[in-house]
């Protein structure tokens, strides 16, 4: 088998769970879509463990620890979005916007502080 | 194009397919259901790079255990189970525009770096016996290393989702942000 197949398939299901993160609103969309990155990267990993014929059989042993890692990330991840369910009633992560700070009161923060630079004596 | 490349081309394109169908699908438990296909086709794949035992932890974890856990969280957060127009952000046509870019960067680099690599299949490269006997003899470490990762995860994950022991230390979240909550 040539390698450029699974590598061509791995770097496809990358993109489109690039675009999944990007596109999708729902927190739960967005961790199915990293789900499918993680599992082009198991497929790269088992491919190229197999073309290089490694004695450790280093890629399909980190293939594995992949696979639980991606268990244990969605567990927390899960975990996450049900603690900001919780206190927010939902988890569109275009409305959480908690860390956003509003041109106005930016504005107002960076004129108090002009004005506090220009007391200061130098 | 020899036989095991036409069945791993057919098995690539379901894989594919299906995870296309999970980020455009406008239902959220359909989504969840095309992972699950999307996933069963990659460890068919795996299975024909002769790599049988990470193909069947492939189906138990992710078959078995993360679509389900993803299915709990879906119901649990009261998501729309019908058809719902809201799950795309308005950002889509960026989004695609990053993941086209992607794609043809990836596409070209590795048909370029790996035109000529092949690669003679033989059976029993990947059987359990054999990871096995490398797990426990060249990756302890990493192996014990992920058991307390695993608890970690596990210990964070209940800390996390139990509201009656944040109580205690961080203070009720909805009486701390009032009554809009």
Redesign the interface.
């Known amino acids: 088998m040539h390698v450029v197949y699974p590598a061509v398939v791995a770097a496809l299901l990358f993109s489109v769970g690039v675009y999944g993160v990007l596109a999708r609103r729902n927190a739960i969309l967005v961790l199915m879509s990293v789900e499918l990155m993680l599992g082009a990267v198991t497929l790269n990993l088992v491919a190229f463990d197999i073309w290089l014929r490694d004695r450790l059989h280093g890629g399909q042993v980190l293939a594995l620890f992949v696979i639980a890692i991606a268990a244990a990330e969605v567990g927390l991840g899960l975990a996450i979005a049900l603690m900001v369910f919780r206190t927010r009633r939902t988890i569109d992560v275009d409305a959480l916007r908690a860390l956003h700070e509003d041109r106005q009161d930016l504005e107002e923060r960076q004129d108090r502080e002009d004005s506090e630079d220009r007391g200061r004596p130098r | 194009m020899?036989a095991?490349?036409v069945v791993?081309?057919l098995l690539?394109a379901v894989?594919?397919g299906a995870?296309?169908l999970?980020?455009t699908t406008r239902r959220?438990v359909h989504?969840?259901l095309w992972?699950v296909v999307?996933?069963g086709a990659?460890a068919g794949?795996?299975l024909?790079?002769?790599?049988e035992?990470?193909a069947w932890?492939?189906v138990l974890?992710?078959v078995g255990?993360?679509v389900v856990?993803?299915l709990?969280?879906?119901m649990?957060?009261?998501?729309p189970i019908g058809r719902s127009d809201?799950?795309?952000?308005?950002?889509?046509w960026?989004?695609?525009a990053?993941?086209?870019a992607?794609?043809g960067v990836?596409?070209t680099v590795?048909?370029r770096g790996?035109?000529d690599?092949?690669?003679?299949?033989h059976a029993g490269?990947?059987t359990a016996g054999?990871?096995g006997r490398?797990?426990f003899?060249?990756?302890v470490p990493?192996f014990e290393l992920?058991s307390l990762?695993?608890l970690a995860?596990?210990v964070?994950?209940i800390v996390?989702?139990r509201?009656d022991i944040a109580n205690g230390t961080a203070g009720d979240?909805?009486r701390r942000?009032g009554s809009g909550?």
């Open positions: 020899t095991q490349e791993f081309v690539g894989t594919v995870a296309v999970v980020v959220l989504a969840a992972l999307s996933f990659l794949s795996f024909v790079l002769t790599a035992f990470v932890v492939q974890i992710y255990a993360v856990l993803l709990f969280g879906i649990l957060t009261r998501a809201a799950l795309d952000s308005g950002n889509r960026a989004a695609l990053v993941a086209a992607t794609a990836l596409v590795v048909v790996f035109k690599a092949y690669v003679p299949l490269a990947g054999e990871l490398s797990v003899r060249g990756w990493a992920l990762l695993l995860a596990l964070g994950a996390l989702s509201t979240p909805a942000e909550g």
